[in-house]
């Protein structure tokens, strides 16, 4: 057999000395550096990965900055109430005389607490139950599938909003119920992804050796079904937030003087349009964070799936 | 008299992510009115981009960096959108690789037809004719490429027919606007061997009818001669040799032509290994390590019809031989690799590795099984987790299926890319990373980490060019040799198969229509279907064209 | 096609049941006693015994389930609390409101969306490129019941151009019921001037019903579009000689139409979940309103008749998208 062609690495140098780290992960540096690059050409992406971060330092250290915290507990300045935005009151004051703009910055934290526990629920449950569902098939893909579908033959707000009103209103029980109705979008993207992966030579390859399901669903199919989950995931922080502020503004979610920014609105849509400023400020509060979660997850689809990059 | 297509030094850049590519480096190519031209090279040689600039259709992002084509004595390097529509289509055509994703799925073949026809019409300048006379058109080219029943054809939707049938569709869109020049991309790749031979034949024939002129891209060199009086040879974006055809073959200067040549397995000559092989030890006196004993695979579709995919196949593979199963596609000779491995359940049967039955076997005995017989498929590219350095890819079976610590599994795995001929520092690298040819040993070096007596090659070196294919197929011989390996070695291609393997069975629609010692096969086929089979694979070799 | 059709509709009662049981196990699982929901908080314990009774709430739940659904069949919903009137008679009544409300906002997304869409996708990372996408990754982000409260904030109260809130003004009487779709019927009834009020109330609404489903169906258009125009059958066709223009507004569009249909059905869903936000800010009187109203005021037998009202719907929908596939698909028919 003739000398190969394709051996442009020099392998006398590696008996010599062992490798660095940098040179061992050269493949994993150049990959983030590629990613990196194509994130931080993107306006919108970079534009939605800033508003996610000032929201989640907002939410981290909110309550610390503020200049009223008490505003957040329902304290009442009666003296102060419904002032517009000036230089105190940046966003002005509520009917109780609350600082707005305390309360904005501190309903983040809220939100955030509830982004994270629907989407959290929603994926582990979605993702256990569609890589099930997708790998198994046969009756037990039937079973999971149409529990799914028949989740997703309801719209998902029309359903919480039936969860809530049985389990009666609150935050809790708000968050509980869009979690029960969140979790189907997961099974579904998850057993789509699963049964396109089965049936790629290596899931096949990796059987041949003996591998067990377990191993072949955590080391096989979990990891390439990564990309769309990440990115559905943080589109779903917006969503989710953005329905339980629905939920709150119908009046079945957090209940005032709670700061959450749907609950907020519903009690100043009754001081509309005088005092505008009430509503005006938490719901663009809302918009921000629901915009930079789905510019977010919309640049990081543009990176992790090559087929959409020419999007 | 001047050139149909002059090809003026030509150079295009594709802008990338890393900077400009340079995709076509310096071309120089001229056609002249009844010529047919071949351009031959492997993946990536540049000629599909090559003949699509010449239509205006080349890549997105592509520059013309010097150099210029005309076209019947026109400059169309770079011409307006819409004066292209003068062209393309009507004076200048193109037939394509994949005749399924090349028609449109969503509309009925007539309708495909005779819109071409309709904007035929309207780019001459001449009003659109009327829907019958279009259709009248539509049957006679139906009919003009071979295709037969075109009434019934022309209301039927792509998806209804096979692909022969769809790669003579897009023939005759190609020859809607009689042509000056004909442009065919790969229009066999796709296709099984008995109906390559047949749009070979049919491209031909319309040669000599319609007095076309063609240009004809292929990796196969075969394929282009059958075609092509003259033939260019292109290598990394350069035409390294240009002249007559049969010259070329029969003294090829350039050391890439000379070189693929080379590397073309031959149908028509025994392979030297086996005059070696009748002095060694009678292959009769070995003991059988796989038997399959009346193997039978049933699938029942939803509509509740069955559909035998291997129809009571028994054989048996001696050890230390290389076991050939030949045929074209749904000839079930993937589905019977994999159900001697228990990857498919038979339907009924039974399979004997090593004296032992491991039909019935299943939880722990089965994957201990698994250690002795492994499998290397076909397409390297996804037969490894893209997310999985290779050295976890290769050192996966022996976290599996040992207990070794993770130190032992590294050294071992370092090993494996030295049989393998692959340097070590590629266990840290990701499969997108390497070339085919490098996945396919990665893939071999899995198979072989936990020392397995059998290895099952489904068609190993089919998804790589053909200067790597004879590499891999070079290395498989000696890795066997040096590992005492027994294969059972799938494959189309009959040439491969008579280069390597000691016994073929030859099967057809799920049944073995003939088996024995490959010589005899190749020598003297019993069967029809061998014989057709034997001179399909013949008309595309080299060999015959040689002859000449 | 025809027992494709048949099949689709076995699908959809087999989905009904579905739901059927889903609102029951919704009423009966949740902690807290049925019985109590049904009574109101003001109610005695005497009361709610005689209410455990009166609904059978003291039978096993497979046995309440099996009343459950016989009630369901003969078209009984229950009665309201706070209304005391059926809940199947008061749904119907408001139902029309919001499917006028919907229909209006889909035809809205769709005339918009689509061929925004498929401009975006043709003249790609040019300015209108730019401007729909800002245009519609805000559309999805931005909560209905803000936007809605800013157009009011913008085109009723300042510029006072539109109605704030209601379907018409309490003065006009309404047009002879035909449809219930109050643009129609008024239409029908050559009642002009009622056409033109109606349509002066609905547009705030429907625009702010359909901007998420505006900006989604004009993402999918185009994402399908870029990608059927870069496809291979495409430069086939390019390649053949037919125009541009042709292939984009014919050859690539009906491919693109499947995913943008499947958007659309989903989007259909979403909207009706979303009356419950929109109908609230704009005091609509559709079931959206209904059930937010009956849920606060714990009334739950109408929650859940408008929760299956809506999945009813919803399925409608689905299966017609689904049969519309299969129209534009001929690789579907056959399935």
Known sequence: MTAHPMTPIDTSVEDTRPLTFRERHASQIRQWRLYAHMFRKSFSSMLGLSLVVLFLVLAAIGPLIVPYPEAASGAINMSAKLQPPSSTYWFGTDEMGADIFSRVIIGARTSLWIGVVITGIAAIIGITLGIIAGYRGGWVRAVIMRVTELFLAVPGLALALAIVAALGPGITNCVLALAIVWWPGYVRLVEAKTLSIKEELFIESARSIGAKTPWILWHHILPNCMSPIIVKMSMDMGMAILSAASLGFIGLGAQPPSPEWGSMISVARTYMPDWWWYSLFPGAAIFLTVLGFNLLGDGLRDILDPRSRDR | MTALLDIKNYRLDIGTFDGPVHVLKGINLTVNRGDTVGIVGESGSGKTVLVRSVLGIGPRNSKVVEGSISFDGQDITNLPEKDWTKIRGIRISMIFQDPMTYLNPLFTIGRQISDVIAAHEKAAGQGVSSKAARRARTEELLDQVGLPNPSMLFSQYPHQLSGGMRQRILIAMALAGKPDILIADEPTTALDVTVQAQVLDLINSLVEKLNLTVIMISHDIGAIATVAKRCAVMYKGEIVEQGMTQDILNRPQHEYTQRLLAAVPDIDVAPERVAAEVSEAKPGKRGNLLEAIDLKKVYRSQSGTDFTAVNSISLAVKTGEIFGVVGESGSGKSTLARMLMRLIEPTSGDIIFDGQNISGLSGEPLRQMRRHMQFVFQNPHSALNGRHTIGDAIGEPLRIQTDMSRRDIEARAEALLDIVQLPTMFKYRYPHELSGGQKQRVCIARAIALNPRLLILDEPTSALDISVQAQVLDFLQELRSELNLTYVFISHNLAVIRQICDHTIVMKRGEIVEQGDTEQIFLAPREEYTKSLIESGRKTSQAANLQV | ?335
């Open chain 3, 1 to 335: 096609m025809l027992t494709f059709a048949f099949r689709k509709l076995l699908t959809l009662v087999g989905t009904m049941i579905g739901i059927a049981a889903l609102t029951f196990l919704i009423t009966n699982v949740a902690p807290g006693d049925p019985a109590r929901l049904v009574a109101g908080p003001n109610a005695t314990e005497d009361m709610v015994a005689t209410i455990r009774t009166e609904y059978g709430l003291d039978k096993s739940l497979p046995e309440q389930f099996i009343v459950y659904m016989g009630e369901l069949v003969r078209g009984d919903l229950g009665t309201s609390i706070v209304t005391t009137r059926p809940v199947l008679e008061e749904v119907m009544r408001y139902a029309p409101a919001t499917l006028e409300l919907v229909f209006v906002a889909m035809f809205l997304g769709i005339v918009i969306g689509v061929p925004l869409g498929m401009l975006s996708a043709v003249y790609k990372d040019g300015p209108l490129d730019q401007v729909t996408r800002i245009f519609s990754i805000s559309g999805v982000a931005i909560p209905a019941f803000w936007f809605g409260i800013l157009l009011q904030l913008v085109f009723s109260v300042d510029l006072e151009w539109l109605p704030v809130s209601g379907r018409l003004p309490l003065v006009t009487r309404p047009p002879e019921f035909v449809t219930g779709l109050l643009l129609v019927d008024s239409l029908i009834a050559g009642n002009f001037a009622t056409f033109w009020t109606s349509l002066q109330h609905i547009i705030l609404p429907a625009i702010v019903l359909s901007f998420p489903c505006l900006a989604s169906i004009l993402r999918v258009n185009r994402a399908e579009m870029i990608e059927v125009l870069q496809s291979d059958y495409i430069v086939a066709a390019r390649a053949h000689g037919i125009s541009s223009f042709r292939i984009v507004a014919l050859y690539a569009l009906k491919n693109a139409m499947l995913p943008t249909l499947a958007m659309i059905g989903l989007r259909f869903g979403w909207m009706l979940g979303s009356t419950v936000l929109v109908e609230t800010v704009f005091d609509w009187p559709g079931i959206g309103l209904y059930a937010v109203s009956s849920a606060l005021s714990s009334d739950f037998k109408p929650v859940v008749g408008v929760t299956l009202m809506i999945g009813f719907f919803f399925i409608v929908a689905n299966t017609l998208v689904d049969l519309a596939y299969a129209w534009i698909d001929p690789r579907l028919r056959k399935a």
